[in-house]
Structure formats: C-alpha cells, structure tokens
C-alpha cells in the first residue's frame, strides 16, 4: 500500500496506528491527520527515537497493510 491511501483514509487507519504505535494520543492523530512527516515527528517524540528509525517503522507499517 502507498500513503497517499493511508492519507486519504487516514480516520480509517487511526485505530491500526494506535495498535502499533499506542504511546500517540487521540491529539495526536488529529494533529498528524493523514501527513507521514508528522506521524514520523510524533513517533519520535513519544518514543525518543531517531527519525530515520521512525521513518522505518513507517514505512515497513505502511508495505505491512
């Protein structure tokens, strides 16, 4: 799958975000709303981890769906 279906679906997929990354809140999503930088951002920060680690956590979530 490609994000630009994620994107266009995205109050489709919060509840698969929410079981992979479970640290993001409702807030969080809302203020991600379908844009892949800032679902990256905030991964970052709930999780203390480098963006080219949350980067491949998205994109391997992503080609998982």
């Known amino acids: 799958m490609n994000w630009d279906r994620v994107e266009g679906n995205w ?3 919060t509840g698969k975000v ?3 990354w479970g640290k993001l809140t409702e807030d969080d999503l809302q ?3 379908g844009q892949q ?3 990256v951002g905030r991964i970052q920060e709930r999780y203390g981890i480098a963006k080219e ?4 956590q998205v994109k391997n979530w992503v080609g998982g769906l």
């Open 11 to 13: 109050r489709q997929f």
């Open 18 to 20: 929410k079981e992979k």
């Open 31 to 33: 203020v991600i709303d």
């Open 37 to 39: 930088d800032q679902l």
């Open 53 to 56: 680690e949350a980067q491949k």
